[in-house]
């Protein structure tokens, strides 16, 4: 664990990570090794009597793995501190994916007749995770609207087997946010865990350990790379004990770990951590304001606008509105078709959170196989078009829009 302490965010992603090394490079060294070699049988003994497991086998740990885990668990620790008043300590762990982090988050927490709940709308490879895999390993999930609170607490009540809580705010794609303080109010009152789903906001705008989560997790693949470079999950807890014991072992056993290449991306993309969600940030309020008094576009799902449902929620717990959007076309699937097609800036792509805007019209692409019907009640109609705003200059993202928009 880094012991450095850092005012400004950008200082932490430029300086947590360690400088030592052998031959002094800069830049964090990539360690293409899958093994690390010891000089004697004592030495063995002793890494492997210690917590520290990134300098036996790869798959157990890395150097380089190490330095992007630090950075992280410092950005979600940033100025917080424990129940005592010590400054806050968090352990994180770097996966292949964010799939893969959830994967050892879930079976290091839930085992065969535990209950997890958790919202309606989430991330589809997160709820698919739990109605296809957990499911099958006997696990009963349980989806409902945990923004309807005492909904919540009568289903903990009614379900004593309940060991965690999974929440995703703001939500992929739908944008909707639940109140994480609240409920992690209420989840401890029962003895329960919680986990948040932070990709979207990421720790520059949100910190979930500040209001009283027990894991993190982060598709790093998305805002933290910045760049669309690779993927990455990370899952980080405030139990030390645990995240080195259980959590550990399942990460391990489970296998998905990181390689050295993408964690050096990773390290690169998030040194502009800071500067980047600034502009990101800025530019998707410009983009919001733009859209809403466009006359082509029925309704902009932002959550930084009054109108938005959850408008509340996102402006306690968020230090600005994540810069994530959505918004629907007054004509519906062609109009959605056209827009998309006429973009010259914007790229067409599923995924988010990298430095270009990232376009997609999810009743084409994404949602594409899923029934019509079923689709439209959970927020995903025709004319829809999600974009994940970009850090391009804002002049630039208007004349686009402007034009495309033109097309329709
Ligand atoms: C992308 C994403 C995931 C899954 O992460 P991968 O890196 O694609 O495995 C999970 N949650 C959210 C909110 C996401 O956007």
Redesign the pocket.
Known sequence: MSKKKFKGISTVTLHTANHENDNFSHTTPIYATSTFTFNSTDEGMERFKGSDKSRIYTRWGNPTFTAAEETIAALESHNLTNEKGEPLVLKALLHA????A?TTLFFSNLSAGDTLISHYSL?G??QELMQKVLVEAGVNIILIDVRDLNLLETTIKANPATKLIHL?TP??PTLQCVDIEAICTIAKTHGVKVSV?N??ATPYLQQPFALGADFV?H????FLNGHGSA???VLLGKDIELMHTKVWKWHALLGGNSNAFDAYLLIQGMKTLEIRMERHCSNAAKVAAFLENHTAVEKVNYTGLATHPDHAIASKQMKQHAPLLSFELKGGITAGKKFIDALEVCTRAV??GTVDTLVSHPASMTHYGIPREERIKYGITDGLIRMSVGIENYEDLEADLTQALGHI
């Open positions: 994916s964010g799939q893969a959830m991330y490879g997160s995703e939500a992929n789903d990709t979207v997790f598709s790093a693949t998305k993927l990455h999950g995924s988010l």
